[in-house]
């Protein structure tokens, strides 16, 4: 398992907490200002606001340490990813695309 993968368990073992009534999922964001891929954890109570902890960074670029380190967290974890921010990009090792279908606030 990748170092990077490691870390964005822990973070989420210790994050995930279980409750009832509450929704968790875990998004990843390609920030081409930053020239970063951020990976954020969220969390929103039933009737409450939503929270947007963010877990890690990786430099931007290095598709396949990427796709190494999301392969990680699926292996951990069976939360639901949402990818954002990679139109046009595909996958180093098999070739598919990374985010199917641009979303309608993305620019």
């Known amino acids: 398992m990748s170092k990077d993968g490691d870390i964005i368990n822990a973070r989420i073992d210790q994050l995930f907490l279980r409750r009832s009534h509450t929704r968790y999922w875990i998004t990843l ?25 963010p877990l890690h960074s990786l430099p931007s670029g290095d598709l396949a340490r990427l796709e190494a380190t999301l392969t990680a967290i699926r292996h951990h974890t069976q939360l639901s990813i949402e990818i954002r921010g990679f139109q046009g990009l595909r996958w180093p090792s098999d070739g598919n695309l990374i985010q199917k279908r641009r979303r309608a606030d993305e620019a």
């Open 29 to 53: 964001v390609d920030d081409r200002y930053n020239h970063s891929y951020n990976f954020f954890f969220n969390i929103i109570p039933q009737k409450q606001r939503h929270r947007s902890i």
